[in-house]
């Protein structure tokens, strides 16, 4: 697991034996090699059925995973993690824990979440400050001119790739970020929104997921906090389902 460059139709959870033949195999090297170390390992990894592609999600059924929730019977004390559970809904995530898929990985969602609302953020600058220079764009020649993160993973024609490079659920763009060329183009737009108060009307525009809050005066209209909150709501998402249905959002 770990982000699929083919079709999601054929997805199988880890077979039960699979698991535990891996579990008996690490438990005797475990022993023999580092026998202190053996009992602090908690969890196994499988695959339940979750996983991303470029463009598409395999949503987590539970019943195809039923034969591999019984293996945790035959495995005391530990519980499973589960790979690539990004843009899993929420009350997938908390099905997941709940059939004992206890850590949930999660990766390019997050980092997904900050592109997004980074492009949103620039398409409101280009309202209030026409004629700035565009993330989009910088990202856009730096990924050209350094395709080494993204060509192996993007097929198809130059404008699918295009669109690849920048909407992709792999999201290979997270890579790009640290980069100067990227990391100008950042602070470049966060200077020139600093200060500003967003009207909510741009707002619902282009970051429609936080319009509500900020409508509700619980959320600041300022670009930074709303970036940090793009990222936050993620990591809510994933606090929610790990503590159960009667969790509280937090900060």
């Known amino acids: ?20 033949a891996t579990h008996a195999v690490h438990a005797a090297a475990f022993r023999d090699a580092a026998p202190t170390a053996w009992p ?25 995973a039923r034969a591999l929730i019984t293996a945790l019977d035959r495995m005391p004390g530990l519980v499973f993690e589960a790979h690539s559970t ?8 908390r099905q997941l824990v709940g059939d004992g898929f206890r850590i949930l990985k999660v990766g390019p969602g997050l980092t997904f979440a900050l592109r997004e609302a ?4 620039d398409a409101i600058a280009a309202v209030l400050r026409p004629g700035m220079a565009s993330v989009p764009a910088a990202m856009e020649q730096l990924m ?12 198809g024609t130059p404008d699918e790739q295009r ?3 920048h909407y992709s659920y792999s999201d290979r763009i997270r890579y790009y970020w640290p980069l100067h060329p990227a990391r ?19 707002i619902s525009q282009h970051l429609p997921r936080l319009h509500g809050r900020v409508m509700a005066r619980t ?18 998402t994933y606090s929610r389902a790990c503590r159960g249905p009667d969790a509280q959002q937090g900060v």
């Open 219 to 236: 959320l600041a209209p300022d670009a930074r906090t709303l970036l940090i909150q793009a990222v936050r709501d993620v990591l809510h």
């Open 40 to 64: 602090r390992v908690i969890a196994l990894v499988v695959q339940p059925g979750v996983e991303f592609g470029l463009e598409d999600v395999a949503v987590y059924a539970p019943e195809p």
């Open 184 to 202: 100008e183009a950042v602070d470049g737009l966060l200077t020139v929104l600093h200060g500003v108060r967003i009207p909510e009307t741009l």
């Open 1 to 20: 697991p770990g982000g699929a460059l083919g079709p999601l139709d054929h997805l199988a959870p880890t077979r039960p034996d699979a698991a535990l």
């Open 118 to 121: 980074l492009y949103g953020l």
């Open 86 to 93: 990004d843009y899993q809904p929420e009350a997938a995530l």
């Open 144 to 155: 050209t001119a350094q395709p080494q993160d993204w060509q192996g993973h993007y097929p």
């Open 163 to 165: 669109r690849l490079r």
